[in-house]
């Protein structure tokens, strides 16, 4: 479990962070969601130390991790896998060597079991066979894809993911968003999405924090987030035609 | 107070450099490839200009000295010296800060804006260390290998050129380049090599590591390493020099 406490970030002079508290659970798919810019890739940021916390505490299973030092930083990161919103993949290396990088860095592990490792990861992301392309060969939706392989390779604890499915077609979107939350179980991970995708929040939205101007707005699951409970949650989930439709539909029934 | 803060920063990030390696295996495979990358890569270039400027040196030399109380040999001595003493540490090195220096600083500042060095972190590898020791290591292996072909080849295409243009025979050449020899100029120009090729890997690795922003910004990183390397070389080989000389 993480939970963040009263977590405050500004750059400049735009508080762009402001006294976000949640508790992200084991075994369960957390979500982040909120409108572009509203700050939710600077809370997984400032959740994995990429950004120092101006105030704030963020604890993985109570261990306090702005607190820790570098060593302490370093041990807990080795149980976290990110899929960073641009990919993030090396450029240098073959898709092979980027997904097999933590497993070079971190276990003992033989070339065979390596390559079998990596080859399982690779065939969950559907991506088999691809191993000996460079990330430029790639397609945007490859890239994300890979950037998913080489955060679970090394079977992380914790697994962060910055829009997984942004610039995937629907299809290919389920299928990732499903994976995500499979590996979530049957791994007894921690994970945590960021995301904007209303498929992914009612698909797989087993906890979700709303954020709006760098604020926890609201909190809930898939199920509640249908009901109105505040104007600004209500604008961001009813944005499109089709899910006004859909607002519709649930309300016909009752 | 700004000159102060980057170097400041700089020593801190060379403190992260030179932290212990997280898995030998791994950095010896980077450092392989950085010898490659950074060493091998840079002969084509090292040896014509090499080439190039011991013939011309020479040349100078023979046509240069009017006085008939010049001896002739006094041509390869003067090529010798030349090379060894200036042309083939510190001339080769700015030459390399600008081939491997911008190469170095866009690489990591590349790997900066995209997100690849905020990846490495958060796999728990101390990514300082990783990009950049194994270039540091590499360049210090590898650069005075470029050293000593390109003292060869300079006094070569000396022998060349001098002999072509028949400015000297190839004996008083010969004779002249052994003239006088003194094997302190050979440390002294190794030092330079080596204290050089520190400079230019971290200088650059430096630069390419705190660049913020994107493709604009790698390029200006790219061409801060080219000069405050070239600049910190020019530097540094006045403080050599007095070193060696001035005792
Ligand atoms: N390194 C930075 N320096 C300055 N400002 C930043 C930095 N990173 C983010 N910001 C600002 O913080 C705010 C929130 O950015 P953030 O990237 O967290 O948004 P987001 O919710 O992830 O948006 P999106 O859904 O478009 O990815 C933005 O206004 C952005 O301009
Ligand atoms: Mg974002």
Same mark, same amino acid.
């Given at each position: 479990m993480i939970e963040i406490k009263n977590i405050n970030k500004t750059f400049g002079d735009r508080h762009v962070v402001q006294n976000v508290s949640f508790q992200f659970h084991q075994g369960k798919t957390n979500l982040i969601i909120g409108e572009s810019g509203c700050g939710k890739t600077t809370i997984l940021k400032l959740m994995v130390g990429l950004h120092p916390v101006d105030s704030g505490s963020v604890f993985y299973e109570g261990q306090d991790f702005p607190k820790l030092d570098e060593k302490g930083q370093q041990e807990i990161r080795k149980k976290i896998g990110m899929l960073f919103q641009g990919g993030a993949l090396f450029d240098s290396q073959t898709l092979e060597e980027n997904v097999r990088f933590p497993l070079?860095?971190?276990?003992?592990?033989?070339?065979?079991?390596?390559?079998?490792?990596? =080859?399982?990861?690779?065939?969950?992301?559907? %991506?088999?066979?691809?191993?000996?392309?460079?990330?430029?060969?790639?397609?945007?939706?490859?890239?994300?894809?890979?950037?998913?392989?080489?955060?679970?390779?090394?079977?992380?604890?914790?697994?962060?993911?910055?829009?997984?499915?942004?610039? %995937?077609?629907?299809?290919?979107?389920?299928?990732?968003?499903?994976?995500?939350? =499979?590996?979530?179980?049957?791994?007894?991970?921690?994970?945590?999405?960021?995301?904007?995708?209303? =498929?992914?929040?009612?698909?797989?939205?087993?906890?979700?924090?709303?954020?709006?101007?760098?604020?926890?707005?609201?909190?809930?699951?898939?199920?509640?987030?249908?009901?109105?409970?505040?104007?600004?949650?209500?604008?961001?989930?009813?944005?499109?035609?089709?899910?006004?439709?859909?607002?519709?539909?649930?309300?016909?029934?009752? | 107070m700004k000159p102060l803060y980057y170097i400041g920063q700089y020593f801190m990030l060379m403190r992260l450099v030179f932290k212990k390696p997280q898995k030998y295996r791994v950095y010896l495979r980077q450092i392989i490839f950085e010898i490659d990358n950074i060493g091998i890569s840079s002969l084509p270039i090292v040896a014509i200009i090499s080439v190039f400027m011991g013939g011309i040196i020479t040349i100078q030399a023979a046509f240069g000295f009017e006085s008939p109380w010049v001896p002739i040999y006094a041509v390869g001595f003067t090529a010798r010296e030349s090379v060894v003493l200036e042309f083939s540490s510190t001339i080769l090195c700015l030459i390399l800060a600008g081939k491997v220096g911008s190469n170095i600083a866009s690489e990591i500042g590349a790997m900066r804006i995209t997100e690849q060095i905020d990846a490495l972190e958060i796999m728990g590898i101390n990514s300082a260390s990783y990009l950049i020791f194994p270039k540091v290591a590499?360049?210090?292996?590898?650069?005075?290998?470029?050293?000593?072909?390109?003292m060869f080849l300079g006094i070569y295409g000396g022998y060349v050129m001098g002999v072509s243009a028949e400015a000297c025979t190839p004996y008083q050449y010969i004779y002249g380049i052994q003239y006088s020899f003194q094997p302190w100029k050979l440390y002294y120009a190794f030092t330079k090599t080596i204290v050089f090729a520190v400079i230019i890997t971290s200088v650059s690795s430096y630069c390419g590591y705190y660049t913020k922003g994107g493709a604009l910004e790698v390029g200006r990183s790219s061409t801060n390493a080219v000069v405050y390397s070239s600049i910190l070389i020019l530097l540094f080989a006045v403080i050599i020099t007095n070193l060696f000389f001035n005792h």
């Open positions: 070079d860095m971190f276990t003992d592990f033989s070339k065979e079991e390596k390559l079998e490792r990596v =080859n399982f990861c690779l065939q969950k992301v559907k %991506l088999d066979g691809k191993n000996k392309l460079y990330p430029a060969e790639l397609s945007g939706g490859m890239k994300k894809r890979a950037s998913l392989a080489r955060a679970i390779a090394n079977s992380p604890k914790y697994l962060f993911c910055d829009e997984p499915n942004s610039g %995937l077609d629907p299809k290919t979107s389920l299928i990732i968003d499903e994976l995500i939350q =499979n590996l979530t179980i049957e791994f007894n991970m921690t994970t945590i999405i960021v995301t904007h995708d209303m =498929n992914s929040v009612v698909g797989i939205g087993d906890n979700i924090m709303f954020v709006h101007k760098g604020q926890n707005w609201w909190t809930g699951d898939k199920t509640q987030i249908l009901n109105k409970s505040n104007q600004e949650l209500f604008d961001f989930v009813f944005a499109s035609e089709f899910m006004k439709k859909v607002y519709k539909g649930l309300h016909q029934a009752q | 590499a360049a210090v292996l590898i650069f005075p290998f470029l050293t000593a072909i390109s």
